[in-house]
């Protein structure tokens, strides 16, 4: 099995803003494992908030290049259990080889993944599309420029009120709201009354990740399901969510991949709390082995693919929110002859 790593600069279409960022391209790493006339792609970007970058995650796998080339006829959990004691201090490097390793080993069976997985697609959810921070104005022409029937809201302002307000007068689209740990308790309780009657479906992580207290607090007063992310970002995280969040919101970069993601799924499940599974700013690589889980969530974010002004590969194609498969096998991924840097 051979290892081929490329890097990207992924152009956005806007400037995306959340609470505590903005960017205008986002860099992003795209592995590649090949076996005989089988290739399969996995993806990971770059994010400040958790000191990730490109440079880093080419030289963590470049350091065990060897482990992972010699790793052929393994199952994709063996794989990962291998694999994880060298790459545990980068967990997005790991879930690039790990969907990587993932679509190749269902593309060998001839099978695309959630087919491997025995998993049935009639029920899936509609993905959400993200609206970032900006002015009213702005945030109401990305609306009108991609007419959807959910949105994410991007909050975490003094006006986040008077901002869905005015975004509700354009759509009666479902909202969802994201203030990524932009609030405290009170704000958010009572941000979460005005915004109910506003036809907000969840919050998502609304409190900073850490302050358990705060998360008890919200999760027994407010009046709309709580969703953690950023509270919510590797295995053992899931069962400290229990009756301080109504749902998980998996991010598979964080938690090093599909493999445990699936986990982290069943998880929750058990629990009783909610499953969602949502993306970073990233290409079709990323977000059509999202789709494979699919049957298995509640709600799902893959929209970063939307976001971007071209796209490096082709993959699942989404239409008014509805996920549709390619007929490829595996995740479904071909990467386009798009200029692009060897790392």
Not at 10 to 26: A, E, P, V
Not at 145 to 164: F, M, Q, S
Not at 282 to 300: F, K, Q, R, T
Request: with cysteine.
């Amino acid at each position: 099995m051979e290892l081929i790593i490329r890097a990207y600069d992924l152009k956005l279409k806007h400037t995306f803003t959340i609470s505590r960022k903005s960017i205008d391209t986002q860099p992003s790493l795209i592995v590649e494992l090949k076996s005989g006339e089988f290739s399969g792609y996995g993806e990971a970007t770059s994010n400040p908030y958790y000191n990730i970058t490109v440079p880093m995650m080419v030289q963590n796998l470049d350091k065990i290049r060897v482990l992972i080339e010699s790793s052929d006829n393994e199952t994709p959990e063996d794989f990962w259990t291998k694999i994880y004691p060298y790459l545990k201090h980068d967990m997005f490097a790991l879930c690039a080889l790990d969907i990587a390793f993932n679509d190749l080993y269902a593309r060998k069976k001839e099978k695309k993944l959630y087919q491997l997985w025995n998993y049935t697609t009639e029920k899936n959810p509609l993905t959400d599309y993200t609206i970032g921070i900006a002015s009213i104005e702005e945030m109401v022409l990305k609306m009108k420029e991609l007419p959807w029937p959910i949105y994410k809201i991007k909050l975490g302002t003094a006006e986040d009120i008077t901002i869905v307000k005015e975004l509700r007068k354009h759509s009666n689209s479902i909202f969802r709201v994201d203030a990524n740990c932009g609030w405290g308790v009170n704000e958010t309780i009572n941000n979460a009354i005005e915004l109910k009657k506003l036809g907000v479906e969840f919050l998502e992580q609304p409190i900073k990740a850490d302050d358990w207290e705060a998360h008890k607090e919200v999760f027994k007063h407010s009046v709309l399901p709580i969703i953690a992310d950023e509270s919510c970002i590797i295995e053992e995280d899931v069962a400290k969510c229990y009756s301080h969040f109504h749902g998980v919101n998996i991010k598979l970069m964080k938690c090093g991949g599909i493999t445990p993601g699936r986990r982290m799924i069943k998880e929750a499940k058990k629990l009783g709390l909610k499953t969602m599974v949502g993306c970073m700013t990233e290409s079709s690589v990323g977000i059509s082995a999202i789709a494979h889980l699919l049957p298995v969530l509640d709600y799902v974010d893959m929209d970063g693919a939307l976001l971007l002004k071209e796209d490096i590969a082709t993959g699942v194609t989404i239409v008014d929110g509805k996920i549709i498969y390619s007929e490829t096998n595996g995740t479904g991924v071909e990467l386009k002859d798009t200029i692009q840097f060897d790392a």
